[in-house]
């Protein structure tokens, strides 16, 4: 292909960072970046911004590369027939390769009530509206936090550990992903910020009000302030384009990240499906998946075969207020271990993860192709036993 080669990334999230700054690795690729807000969302301190202690943004001059250009805008529509995007701003972007890095909000509300009165938590929008509504309660209202997973817990520790009256509805056990011996330690922490936790079939959640949340087991908590972060959702650009998605819309690629519908759409992050087994949500795994995304881009304009991805994992981190945290040990394949780390020394190594989640990023503007991950084979070995096939290695 004569001349630069034109690679647009949709979504400049912690994927889409990560890919856009990667692909400078060539010069004669042009790298566009087209994101609705100027300035980067740390998504993993979303609950800080709602307690105040972390604006939970920074500027893109810090994260991107200087060869990368920031459009802010909002892409409406995909027209992959002529490789092209639209903006909500009016107008249109070409491209030659594509990088599909919108991301993940919380889903539809499907409960009765929670769409109205309920507080989502997904976006920087979200967390900057609910912070207002926090601010505006009284100091003793009660706050329901709906969602066990790292948002909700975070959260509730958050705004207990300020000395709100919190209650946190699991639907099922708190901490999913955790293994027993890490949940035992954070229900410990919870109890002593003063943190209701209810779990089990009677903490699933039927209906929200405006200071009343009903239970499946017949009870309802007074709740001045209900905080929602069960569920997860995608955008429904994909779906709205034509190209083949899975059931909540995420991109449908293969196991190099490429679409299965065209050779030049590359998906990364939340929003990516590939195999139809998609990796978990985390910033972990969407710099990863961001990073191999670009690897993808490359290798094909390069005349080169993609090779699959291959991401191990290492755990999982929450904090539990700002004294305290838990870093939950797992194999590579992603399942949680009995080894985790609590306490000041959790709360510390989150902070870690926080900042150099940053700096990972930043490096990778400043020394494009730098980062380096961990690999499992086991994905590998589970696509094999269920599709009855050898995979290619490259």
């Not at 699933?204 to 239970?215: E, F, G, M, P």
């Not at 955008?235 to 059931?247: I, V, W, Y």
């Not at 690999?375 to 490259?394: A, M």
Request: charged share 20%.
């Amino acid at each position: 292909m004569a001349g630069k080669t034109d690679v647009v990334v949709i979504g400049g999230g912690y994927a889409g960072v990560m890919a856009a700054n990667r692909l400078t690795q060539r010069d004669d690729v042009a790298v566009t970046l087209i994101n609705p807000r100027p300035s980067f969302v740390e998504r993993i301190r979303l609950h800080q911004l709602v307690a105040g202690t972390h604006a939970a943004v920074v500027d893109y001059r810090d994260v991107l590369g200087e060869r990368g250009r920031l459009v802010v805008d909002t892409v409406t529509r995909i027209d992959a027939a002529i490789r092209s995007v639209e903006l909500a701003g009016g107008g249109t972007v070409g491209y030659d390769y594509l990088v599909y890095a919108v991301g993940s909000g919380s889903a539809d509300a499907r409960v009765r009530g929670a769409a109205e009165f309920a507080y989502p938590l997904a976006t920087l929008e979200e967390a900057q509206r609910l912070r207002r509504v926090i601010d505006a309660a009284p100091a003793t209202a009660a706050v329901t936090v709906v969602g066990a997973g790292p948002t909700g817990i975070e959260t509730a520790a958050e705004l207990a550990e300020q000395g709100r009256r919190v209650n946190l509805v699991c639907g099922a056990v708190l901490g999913p992903y955790l293994h027993p011996r890490g949940r035992r330690s954070v229900a410990k922490r919870l109890a002593e910020l003063g943190v209701t936790v209810l779990e089990g079939p009677d903490a699933t959640v039927t209906a929200v009000t405006r200071d009343i949340v009903r239970l499946a087991g017949g009870h309802t908590l007074s709740s001045a302030v209900t905080i929602w972060t069960a569920g997860f959702g995608v955008p429904d650009l994909a779906t709205g384009s034509g190209l083949s998605t899975d059931a909540i819309g995420r991109l449908r690629t293969d196991e190099t990240l490429t679409s299965v519908d065209d050779t030049h759409i590359v998906a990364a992050g939340d929003s990516a499906a590939p195999s139809d087994l998609p990796f978990r949500m985390s910033c972990q795994s969407a710099t990863r998946i961001g990073a191999h995304a670009a690897d993808t881009v490359l290798a094909r304009i390069a005349g080169e075969q993609p090779a699959p991805i291959n991401l191990g994992f290492f755990g999982q981190c929450i904090s539990l207020g700002r004294r305290a945290g838990i870093f939950q040990f797992a194999d590579k394949d992603d399942t949680a271990n009995r080894y985790y780390v609590s306490g000041r020394p959790g709360a510390k190594l989150k902070e870690f993860v926080c900042k150099h989640t940053v700096k990972h990023l930043a490096d990778e503007a400043h020394k494009p192709g730098s980062l380096t991950w961990v690999t499992d084979d086991k994905r590998r070995q589970l696509l094999e036993t269920t599709r009855g096939e050898t995979l290619p290695t490259c």
